[in-house]
């Protein structure tokens, strides 16, 4: 029986995970079997699997006016986390434009103001917090300038004894490998946000494209949520 912690922290019932799992053990199978394997109740077998169809992880075939339930790829379990991005992604405009007391929106433009932005954000972190990013591309990661930027910035969080985890593509872990500054980084070929830095009640996103600028937004939901999802990539990132 694998671990299946993992599957009950991106949203599965432990009902939905033993119906799950049965199906790829079983394939194609009536419900009567499905039950078995599981040893479930019928009722909960069908509700479990209802609930799994509308997640896309379980689909059904008809041969001879019987259907027969079958398991998605288990690759469909990575678009979890994307509905989740997509949901944060929606909820975001308005989360910034909601007038509330201690939420806001600032713009940075150019090297010097982004530092600024970034300094700023530090100030809120106390030694032992931590600091989470999903980090740029390999692309901004090459460019020597970047590459100072962030090694300044990693320098003034280890002297303030804040710790770093970061998510990264694939193709840039020889790039953190070659920092003298430990980060605790993991890595994956997902699509995620890029560019983007959590901190206790602030979030930055910054593009190095054109004139490199940097949108500070402090919000406690918004950074919720983006922590959140974070922590949901991160165990399926690998180190």
């Known amino acids: 029986m694998p671990d299946t912690k993992v599957l009950e922290e991106i949203g599965l019932t432990e009902g939905e995970i033993k119906i799950y799992l049965a199906l790829l053990k079983l394939g194609a199978s009536k ?17 479990c699997l209802e609930s799994l169809m509308d997640k896309g992880l379980v689909n059904y075939i008809i041969k001879n006016n019987v259907k027969y339930f079958q398991a998605a790829d288990p690759k469909s379990l990575l678009k979890l986390l994307d509905e989740k991005k997509a949901k944060i992604s929606e909820m975001l405009p308005s989360l910034i434009k909601k007038e509330e007391e201690g939420q806001e929106a600032r713009i940075y ?3 010097k103001a982004i530092t600024t932005a970034y300094e700023e954000c530090l100030e809120e972190l106390k030694p032992g917090d931590e600091s989470l990013f999903f980090s740029i591309g390999e692309e901004d990661l090459s460019d ?3 590459q100072t930027f962030f090694m300044n910035l990693s320098l003034k969080r280890k002297a303030r004894k804040i710790g770093m985890r970061g998510i990264a593509p694939l193709e ?7 920092y003298p500054v430990r980060i605790d980084m993991r ?3 997902i699509k995620l946000p890029t560019g983007v830095s959590i901190y206790k ?3 930055i996103i910054i593009s190095w494209k054109d004139k490199p600028t940097a949108i500070i937004i ?3 939901n918004i950074t919720e949520s983006y922590r959140n999802f974070f922590e949901d990539a991160w165990k399926l990132a690998k180190k």
């Open 144 to 146: 020597k300038n970047i």
């Open 31 to 47: 419900s009567g079997l499905i039950m078995k394997e599981a040893s479930m109740t019928n009722s909960s077998t069908y509700r």
């Open 187 to 189: 890595y994956t070929d």
């Open 201 to 203: 009640n602030s979030i």
């Open 218 to 220: 402090k919000s406690r």
């Open 109 to 111: 433009e150019g090297f």
């Open 172 to 178: 840039t872990r020889e790039i953190f490998k070659k």
